[in-house]
């Protein structure tokens, strides 16, 4: 294999990899955080986090992590597919920047939330009911955020997934699941912004996707890509 190719190799083994490790990263994040927050009760939630303030941290942190995680997501398809059409992957790498830069900024903010949570002066200056507001309209940004970011990555994957089948470098099969799978993802996140009242119905639109996105992360971390052919390697 040239050096070319073994580069691609790393690159979307890379991807394949990070595919899978960024549904754990974020589960892992809310698993912890969802341990301290009591949705509508902001005293319970303060006690909560005042008495494991560190933990709590800690699950935040995973969550910007999984954002870092997915722009080297990114970067891998990126690399990977770049040989086959250089244009439409940029596309797809820009979409998935823009998704995540949003995400992160969004995500720091909540450790905004911890000082209200911990902070005495804060609580001093304000009533009980008024951090809650505020913290509630916070969270309710942060799904705003969290629905748009979806938005992108649905059209920033479905560059990528189009690259995989114009290349035929991983089975089409998949190529055409991602293809499906990556219009109604972005469809329905948008349909979140639309008709939150309809949120548990419309999740089950995010379920093609994530087979999508373990499939070929699991093919692409243990098989890699095939070789160009001819006609898009020259």
């Excluded at 722009?71 to 770049?82: C, D, P, S, T, V």
């Excluded at 373990?214 to 052919?229: A, Q």
């Amino acid at each position: 294999m040239t050096e070319a190719g073994n580069s691609r190799m790393f690159w979307a083994r890379l991807a394949g990899f990070l595919y899978l490790f960024t549904y754990i990263v974020p589960m892992t994040g809310w698993a912890i955080t969802g341990r301290y927050e009591v949705a509508g009760d902001f005293m319970e939630t303060a006690h909560r986090v005042m008495a494991s303030e560190l933990f709590y941290r800690v699950g935040l942190c995973c969550l910007v992590f999984n954002w870092l995680l997915c722009i080297f997501l990114a970067m891998g398809l990126y690399a990977a597919l770049k040989p086959v059409e250089s244009t439409l992957a940029l596309f797809g790498l820009l979409f998935r920047l823009a998704e995540n830069i949003l995400a992160t900024t969004f995500a720091l903010l909540d450790f905004v939330a911890v000082k209200a949570y911990t902070g005495a002066e804060i609580s001093a200056a304000f009533a009980p009911k008024q951090l809650s507001a505020f913290l509630t309209l916070l969270a309710e940004a942060d799904a705003v955020q969290f629905n748009m970011s979806m938005v992108l990555l649905g059209i920033g994957s479905a560059f990528f997934f189009y690259l995989f089948f114009k290349s035929g470098c991983i089975p089409k099969a998949l190529s055409i699941l991602g293809l499906c799978a990556a219009p109604i993802f972005s469809a329905v996140s948008f349909a979140f912004l639309l008709w939150p009242q309809y949120s548990t119905m419309l999740r089950i639109g995010w379920y093609p996707m994530a087979l999508a996105e373990i499939s070929i992360g699991l093919w692409l971390m243990i098989k890699g890509v095939k070789p160009l052919p001819a006609a898009l390697a020259e």
